[in-house]
């Protein structure tokens, strides 16, 4: 039987004194085992006989003298990580920044190095990832990906598109063409006929003047554009999508006229087809702007510092049979497995974040997430997110077959009741609001296709962001509020959006975002005397008309006023509104005090402060209850959107905040119902 080792317990999770082994529920739902361990102690097991130990210390060696990780000669501490299905990853405590540094040791697919003995087990199989990207090699493993893709999940498929399903114009990317390329409109364009398969691209425009199409373009880009012409994205992209066999793609600064406002509305409005019965979208997620390209040499953010990608092999002297397949070392791939294997695909705290200035961008998110398959040039490897699984080129994602945040978001929504979809939406807005806009009126527009393809599923009215089934909860929308995220909340312009939309709010803070709390509420009810009533806004996505001021919706419920009466010092950085409710008890007057936050942080002329003496309207739209911090009894508190009378608009209110406010105080005992006109 083989010796046990007390430092590296063998990597068998069932040895141990019970406290030795740590196990932590990830963020992607899978359980990580971690155990602890000195830097002196890992030299003396190696030097005590230890193969594994051995190994994981010539590893640790290896990156400090190849990749400048950490000074190795400095006295650290580490934790020796296993995930199922994954090889064994070391992390390392930099002595000297007090930073953890992750490495991963693997063997290639294929060279089944447990067969040499369970202990070998954890060092499990992966593929390398090349420093420097080519072609060749990128698109032969997108296209053994989408093949696979295409032949196994149902519900990435592409159907050969028909004529009329296809964008008004693309570029004919022929290589016949001696390396030029020409924009062709499609319904007047017999050539596409044949090979009605396309690619899309998703770029950042950044602050560059990038070739675009105009009035005074058009004939010229139908004539041909000059390859000197396209900035490195579109080289890089057009060349990946030539050697994947495809004839035509879609940019959008090419393929839509700029300059003409209803041509740019018209196909905005066709984004949900266009990316739908795209076969694949390019994704050049580590470009800020249309010169960074998609085949760039690799390099891994970890932290405050960022490393060349590159692997090393392990002596295999070391092992005690001098035989066997070779381990290899390399900074761990996990920070970026990370960004798509869970709920949040923007996670501003994760260190690749301004690596990847593309998935910040709210106008790609539903490029993604309409496209049956998005291949990502990430700075450190190729990934490609579908709509059943993940994949990436070193194989650490392969194991995410449900789990991945593209799942969470599935557009097929044939197969799911109306609640669920409706829970969905929620999430979807909540994600989307984090992201940014160069021009924040943009916010609405950028999801119309989203909202598109969950219309056709829902069969109900769209409410500048809401939905008339799930008006209650929609209505009830709040704005984040962490420490981290601190800064001046604002209002559009009434023409973009009503102020009882969450689209009204212009979140210039990074990470401040839309919550609904009653959609992660599953004791929330809706007041029984609530109601939607009507609209004068059109109610289908594709009529939405977001430049038209003053669109209202009526809604009725129980209604309680009360006064403002001053702003009390900020809380966490917050104007709180001081509200006084009057109740009449018997001969006396019951005065009650609460206090709110505001939609909005700072005044402007387009959401001006709430004066002292201004009355407001608190509408009853639900209910929820919780534990009282003191008795622990059972509360139930009633939520309110809280109206003022508009500024701007005669015999109408707007939003000013939602307000929680308990049952028991008895403030809506002898409340009237009225109806409402909400702008």
């Given amino acids: 039987m083989m010796q046990l080792c007390l430092i590296c317990l063998n990597f068998d999770r069932l040895f141990g004194d019970g406290n030795?082994?740590?196990?932590?529920?990830?963020?992607?739902?899978?359980?990580?085992?971690?155990?602890?361990?000195?830097?002196?102690?890992?030299?003396?097991?190696?030097e005590s006989g230890c193969a594994t130990c051995s190994v994981v210390l010539s590893g640790l060696q290896l990156m400090s003298r190849k990749s400048f990780i950490f000074e190795e000669w400095q006295p650290h501490r580490g934790r020796f990580i296993l995930q199922a299905d994954?090889?064994?990853?070391?992390?390392?405590?930099?002595?000297?920044k007090n930073e953890p540094v992750r490495i991963q040791y693997y063997t290639l697919t294929g060279s089944k190095i447990q067969d040499r003995g369970p202990q070998w087990a954890p060092f499990g199989a992966a593929n390398d990832v090349p420093s420097v990207p080519s072609v060749a090699r990128c698109s032969s493993i997108i296209l053994d990906w989408i093949t696979n893709c295409q032949n196994h999940?149902?519900?990435?498929?592409?159907?050969?598109?028909q004529l009329v399903d296809l964008p008004s114009r693309?570029?004919?990317?022929?290589?016949?063409?001696?390396?030029?390329?020409?924009?062709?409109?499609?319904?007047?364009?017999?050539?596409?006929?044949?090979?009605?398969?396309?690619?899309?691209?998703?770029h950042c425009w950044g602050t560059v003047n990038v070739i675009q199409t105009t009035k005074e373009t058009l004939m010229q880009r139908i004539r041909g554009i000059d390859w000197e012409s396209l900035p490195r994205t579109f080289q890089d992209a057009i060349t990946i999508v030539r050697a994947l066999k495809i004839r035509f793609i879609w940019i959008d600064s090419l393929c839509i006229i700029q300059d003409d406002d209803q041509d740019w509305k018209l196909e905005s409005a066709r984004m949900a087809t266009i990316y739908s019965n795209s076969y694949v979208n390019i994704a050049a997620t580590g470009a800020s702007d249309s010169r960074g390209g998609c085949l760039s040499p690799r390099s891994l953010k970890?932290?405050?510092?960022?490393f060349e990608i590159g692997s090393f092999p392990i002596n295999p002297d070391i092992t005690t049979d001098h035989a066997g397949p070779t381990v290899f070392v390399r900074p761990s791939f996990e920070s970026i497995h990370h960004r798509y294997s869970t709920r949040s695909t923007y996670?501003?705290?994760?260190?690749?974040?301004?690596?990847?200035p593309l998935l910040s961008r709210a106008w790609v998110f539903q490029e993604r997430h309409l496209a049956p398959r998005t291949i990502h040039f990430h700075p450190s490897e190729m990934v490609m997110e579908c709509k059943s699984r993940l994949r990436c080129e070193c194989t650490g994602l392969d194991k995410f077959v449900t789990k991945s945040r593209r799942n969470s978001f599935n557009l097929d929504r044939n197969s799911l009741d109306g609640r669920l979809t409706l829970d969905n939406w929620c999430e979807v807005v909540e994600e989307f609001s984090r992201l940014r806009l160069t021009r924040e009126s943009d916010r609405l527009p950028a999801l119309i296709g989203v909202a598109t393809v969950f219309q056709a599923s829902l069969k109900c009215g769209y409410l500048a962001g809401l939905w008339e089934h799930d008006i209650a909860r929609g209505l009830l929308w709040d704005v984040t509020r962490y420490e981290n995220t601190l800064g001046t909340v604002r209002r559009h312009k009434r023409s973009f959006a009503p102020s009882w939309s969450w689209a009204s709010m212009v979140l210039e803070t990074e990470g401040s975002g839309i919550i609904f709390p009653a959609?992660?509420?599953?004791?929330?009810?809706?007041?029984?005397?609530?109601?939607?009533v009507n609209t004068d806004m059109p109610v289908v996505v594709m009529d939405s008309n977001f430049g038209t001021p003053n669109k209202a919706i009526w809604i009725q419920g129980a209604v309680v006023t009360a006064i403002s009466c001053a702003l009390c010092e900020p809380v966490d950085g917050e104007n709180v509104l001081i509200l006084v409710f009057e109740q009449d008890v018997d001969d006396a007057v019951l005065i009650t005090t609460i206090g709110m936050k505001l939609d909005v942080t700072g005044s402007t002329a387009e959401s001006p402060p709430v004066e002292y003496g201004t009355t407001v309207y608190c509408i009853i739209v639900g209910s929820t209850a919780e534990s009282d911090y003191i008795s622990s009894e059972q509360v139930t508190y009633l939520c309110t959107c809280v109206l003022r009378m508009?500024?701007?608009?005669?015999?109408?209110?707007?939003?000013?905040g939602v307000l929680d406010i308990r049952e028991d105080t008895g403030i809506f005992q002898t409340t009237p119902e009225i109806a409402l006109k909400l702008t």
């Fill in 646 to 656: 508009s500024l701007a608009i005669p015999d109408s209110l707007e939003r000013i």
């Fill in 20 to 46: 030795r082994w740590h196990v932590d529920v990830r963020d992607d739902l899978t359980l990580e085992y971690s155990l602890e361990f000195e830097s002196q102690q890992l030299k003396r097991s190696a």
């Fill in 347 to 356: 996670d501003t705290d994760l260190p690749d974040t301004k690596a990847v």
């Fill in 302 to 306: 970890h932290v405050s510092r960022t």
């Fill in 86 to 96: 994954s090889p064994l990853e070391v992390e390392v405590i930099d002595p000297q």
């Fill in 519 to 532: 959609g992660h509420d599953e004791i929330f009810e809706i007041d029984r005397r609530f109601a939607y």
């Fill in 153 to 161: 999940h149902k519900a990435c498929a592409v159907e050969r598109p």
């Fill in 170 to 202: 693309m570029l004919d990317i022929d290589p016949q063409q001696n390396m030029s390329v020409r924009l062709i409109q499609t319904q007047k364009n017999i050539t596409c006929l044949p090979h009605p398969f396309y690619a899309t691209l998703s």
